[in-house]
C-alpha cells in the first residue's frame, strides 16, 4: 500500500483515480480508509477540515464509506454517518457549503468547536478497533494485499 499511497500523495484526481483503480478491492478499502485516517487523526480542526473535504468530494466519500463497509467497521460508519448529519446542520443554518469549510471556523464558533471536539474524540476513541479490524482482516486475507515475486 505505501508506494500507491506515495504515488497519489499531493497528485491530481486523474492520478489518484488510475492509481486506486488497479487495486484490489480489500486495497481499495485499506487506502480509503487511509485517506480518512492519516489525515483526519491529528486534531479536532484537522478531524473537521477533511471529513468537510471528503464530503466535498462524493467520490471519496463513497470511496471512504465503502471501505470500512468492506471490512465491516459499523461502528466508524456511524460515527461518520453522525459527524455528517452534525456538519450538514450547521451548513444548512449558516447556508455554507463542504468546501467552505476553514480551520478557522472553529475559533468563531463554539458551538461547531464543542461538537467537533466530541466527535474527534469519539472517533479516536474508535479508530484503533477500525486499525485492529483491518490488520485482522490483512492477516487473515494476505494475497489480497501482497503479493510476493520469485527474486529469479
Known amino acids: 500500500m505505501e508506494p500507491t499511497l506515495l504515488q497519489i500523495h499531493g497528485k491530481d484526481i486523474s492520478v489518484k483515480t488510475q492509481a486506486i483503480a488497479r487495486l484490489t478491492e480489500g486495497q481499495k478499502a485499506l487506502c480509503m480508509f487511509r485517506v480518512l485516517y492519516d489525515h483526519a487523526k491529528g486534531s479536532v480542526s484537522e478531524y473537521y477540515q477533511w471529513i468537510s473535504y471528503l464530503l466535498d468530494r462524493p467520490d471519496?466519500?463513497?470511496?471512504?464509506?465503502?471501505?470500512?463497509?468492506?471490512?465491516?467497521?459499523?461502528?466508524?460508519?456511524?460515527?461518520?454517518?453522525?459527524?455528517?448529519?452534525?456538519?450538514?446542520?450547521?451548513?444548512?443554518?449558516?447556508?455554507?457549503?463542504?468546501?467552505?469549510?476553514?480551520?478557522?471556523?472553529?475559533?468563531?464558533?463554539?458551538?461547531?468547536?464543542?461538537?467537533?471536539?466530541?466527535l474527534f474524540e469519539r472517533f479516536l476513541d474508535i479508530a484503533p478497533n477500525s486499525l485492529k479490524r483491518i490488520s485482522t482482516y490483512i492477516r487473515s486475507n494476505p494475497r489480497q494485499f501482497v503479493t510476493i515475486e520469485d527474486g529469479d
Open 60 to 118: 471519496y466519500w463513497s470511496g471512504v464509506t465503502g471501505g470500512l463497509r468492506f471490512f465491516d467497521d459499523l461502528a466508524m460508519l456511524g460515527l461518520l454517518e453522525e459527524t455528517t448529519e452534525v456538519l450538514a446542520a450547521r451548513n444548512c443554518r449558516l447556508g455554507v457549503q463542504w468546501g467552505d469549510a476553514t480551520f478557522k471556523d472553529l475559533e468563531r464558533d463554539r458551538e461547531l468547536l464543542n461538537a467537533a471536539s466530541v
